[in-house]
T-cell receptor
Framework: LAKTTQPISMDSYEGQEVNITCSHN???????ITWYQQFPSQGPRFIIQ???TKVTNEVASLFIPADRKSSTLSLPRVSLSDTAVYYC????????????FGSGTQLTVLP | DGGITQSPKYLFRKEGQNVTLSCEQN?????MYWYRQDPGQGLRLIYY???????QKGDIAEGYSVSREKKESFPLTVTSAQKNPTAFYLC????????????FGQGTRLTVV
């Protein structure tokens, strides 16, 4: 399983763009990168998934460089409600597998 | 509505007692997972099951047991051998052919009194 490393915490202000980087140096060829968001006392929820280059959906963008050894989750114009823990996961797609969550990044959005 | 349901939301247990946490899903997912989360910490994998009648230990399986007799159900028993069972327990199901996405229940907060 590819190990991931994220910052423990980040602070931002409302309206700013936030970029959270995840390091995964031993990512395998068939691994995808997936990000989840967790609010207190709730289960995590899926945000975005990608394999290479850039993926964008209605809530976030995911940037993956050519070597795929890291990835960056970008949240545009954050609000107070984006305060949460963000987890980066790496693993093969399309098969049931062990889903391993690290410690995540606590994002705090300030007014 | 399809989803994953955990019950109860809050559970109190006396020391030395076994207790079973329920997890049911109607998403027709093959894989199901149990995680433990302590305050301020990430999720730690207890057990997971990829198919009915089969399951594997995660990182912290000691003191826990599971069964997977039906595709829809994956109950977790916290036994008296678990030395520090007070925690937030999360169940998830997984398998989406178009997009890898784990769906989580709302969790069960277990407190040993």
């Amino acid at each position: 399983l590819a190990k991931t490393t994220q910052p423990i915490s980040m602070d931002s202000y409302e309206g700013q763009e936030v970029n959270i980087t995840c390091s995964h140096n031993n990512i395998a060829t068939n691994d995808y990168i997936t990000w989840y968001q967790q609010f207190p006392s709730q289960g995590p929820r899926f945000i975005i998934q990608g394999y290479k280059t850039k993926v964008t959906n209605e809530v976030a963008s995911l940037f993956i460089p050519a070597d795929r050894k890291s990835s960056t989750l970008s949240l545009p114009r954050v609000s107070l409600s984006d305060t949460a823990v963000y987890y980066c996961l790496v693993g093969a797609r399309g098969s049931a597998r062990q889903l391993t969550f690290g410690s995540g990044t606590q994002l705090t959005v300030l007014p | 509505d399809g989803g994953i349901t955990q019950s109860p939301k809050y559970l109190f247990r006396k020391e030395g007692q076994n207790v079973t946490l329920s997890c049911e899903q109607n998403l027709n997912h093959d894989a199901m997972y149990w995680y433990r989360q302590d305050p301020g910490q990430g999720l730690r994998l207890i057990y997971y099951s990829q198919i009915v009648n089969d399951f594997q230990k995660g990182d912290i399986a000691e003191g826990y047991s599971v069964s997977r007799e039906k595709k829809e159900s994956f109950p977790l028993t916290v036994t008296s051998a678990q030395k520090n069972p007070t925690a937030f327990y999360l169940c998830a199901s997984f398998r989406n052919p178009d997009r890898d996405e784990a769906f989580f229940g709302q969790g069960t907060r277990l407190t040993v009194v």
